[in-house]
């Protein structure tokens, strides 16, 4: 209290003496020479407020302030003293701050810390030689370890213990060779200890794969009744893996190590994902393959047409499917083209049509001649009599009328193409023989008005039947009660 007093008594008659120098131009003139009294007048407030250190000396209007203080205010209140007690150009402040030795020395939360973290150091064998100080927080770790991941640890406990700002690590890797060799033995003693330790409960969890293998291989052995091979191969595969894994699972989790089960299972999803693409042409075939066995479109040994290409079913593997061509081939197709193409299958339909086509003259009569033909079907062995075989015209040209001619063959009995070769070889013969035109192509060159033809004469044989063909109707409808497959169309009806 006193020493503010003074301050404001002094800076107070120090404004006053200034004032009237500068209403007084002889006392302005008079201030170079009254400087050392001014510095005289500064040593003089600053030894009266007790701060003897300071300083004080004046250099060309320049006031220089130096020595210590103990505190900032201190130095602030020379300053604020100084300036008011003359008229200088600058005042110069050089004084320093003296840092007390107690605010210096750490306090009680960093003696605890130290506290701590050395005795937790002193009882782990390879942070024994850790010197540890604390400053505010900041902790410093100095000495040497025997490996990287001593350090890390050392750096890691002292990074997680509360009111830790910062960790200052100063620790070296001891490099000795007897260090490094008594570390390395250290740890493989530790390792072997644990692993004898834990030998039964690698032998219980060993125990329970086993005994796991051995109940996914008498599933696999019951799964043998079923009739398609694939599915049978996929279903015991599936069945063993799925058993194999939850033994698997079981050790694992006995061994405490189920984090392995979880890093497996994501690698093997990537892994799987990367296979996909790259295998992307077999994978697809090998699914379209299973769907093929669960559908089963064709059996072996069936007559069938995917996608323009003909023939017999020999196999279906996992990857194509075997036809042999009539000619005698074998004929390999992906799975995937198969199951994407359209499948014309000949043989679950035991009944096939054939049909050929026959020209004859424009000036027959086609009546007699479509008797002709179906008289001759009726009575050629391997043309059913049920459903008939019958004729139809199909169109009228220049100098032919083109007559199609139709008739079944039960394929369970009779070769299709060979009943159909015989079939056109007899009503060719049958024609012939009945007189019927078959024209080839011609031109007519009248020169003279020709007379007018007869008519044709008109037969008394009733003409052919022209009612709906339902035959094969019946055919369809038969195929629909016998077939098992769910039909999509029928919830529309």
Known sequence: ?????VLVLLLASTSSAAAQEAEDPDTAALTEEAAPDE?????????????DEVRVREEAGVLHLEGQVAAPREREAAETIARGAGDWLFVANDVEVRVAEDEAAPSD???????QLRQVFA?????SAVRVDSTGGVVHLRGSVPSDAAMERAVGFASERDGVLYV??????????DTRVESTWTRLSRRVEQLAARLPLYGIALAIVALFWFLGSLIRGRSKRRKNPLLRNIGRQLLGALVLLAGLAIALDLLEATAILGAVLGTAGVVGLAVGFAFKDIIENYLASVLLAVRRPFAPGEHVQIGGHEGKVVRLTSRDTVLMTLDGNHLRLPNAEVFKSVTTNFTLNPRRRFLFTVGVGVAEDLTAMQQVVTRTLHEM??????????T???ELADFTVTVEVYG????????????????????KVALDEAGVDMPYPTQVVVQAEAAPEKPAPVSDVPAHDLQADHDLDKQVEEDRERSEETDLLAASE
């Open 168 to 177: 200052d690590s100063e620790l070296e890797v001891d490099q000795a060779v």
């Open 1 to 5: 209290m006193t020493r503010r007093l």
């Open 39 to 51: 510095v005289e007048r500064v040593r003089g407030a600053l030894a009266s407020l007790g701060l």
């Open 408 to 427: 079944w063959v039960d394929q369970r009995d009779y070769d299709f193409g060979k009943v159909r070769s015989e079939a056109i070889r007899r009503v």
């Open 123 to 127: 009882n782990v064998a390879e942070l």
């Open 109 to 115: 939360p960093d003696r605890a810390l130290e506290g």
């Open 381 to 390: 062995e391997g043309v059913l009599g049920d459903p008939e075989p019958f």
């Open 392 to 394: 139809r015209v199909l």
